[in-house]
Nanobody, 126 residues
């Protein structure tokens, strides 16, 4: 069974920083794109940042460019989101997402799908 476990959320003042972490575990064949989404109260879930398999390509939603940095750990099963200069509007539940492939029947079948973490609350408040 695949699990994505997030950590690092909390309460921070405007202008402060937080670092979110997400680790994938289970009988995983490969982890492809990883990313962070967020959902504020009354709003739809949106992509915040994503990173490619090898970490060489990243993309960000416009509102966080220059403030947030996404990265992958050396083992490639972890993803981080460094959030600086936090604003009130960054308040949301942040979800880790990963496209993961599982191997079956000795490699004759692969199942690839998106997996989600349970979410971690980030609150920016004075």
């Amino acid at each position: 069974q695949v699990r994505l476990v997030e950590s690092g959320g909390g309460l921070v003042q405007p202008g402060g920083s937080l670092r979110l972490s997400c680790a994938a575990s289970g009988s995983i064949f490969s982890i492809n794109t990883m990313g962070w989404y967020r959902q504020a109260p009354g709003k739809q879930r949106e992509l915040v940042a994503a990173i490619s398999t090898d970490g060489g390509s990243t993309n960000y939603t416009d509102s966080v460019k220059g403030r947030f940095t996404i990265s992958r750990g050396d083992a490639k099963n972890t993803v981080y989101l460094q959030m600086n200069s936090l604003k009130f509007e960054d308040t949301a539940v942040y979800y880790c997402n990963a496209e993961i492939s599982l191997e079956y029947y000795g490699g004759s079948y692969y199942d690839t799908r998106d997996y989600w973490g349970q979410g971690t609350q980030v609150t920016v408040s004075s």
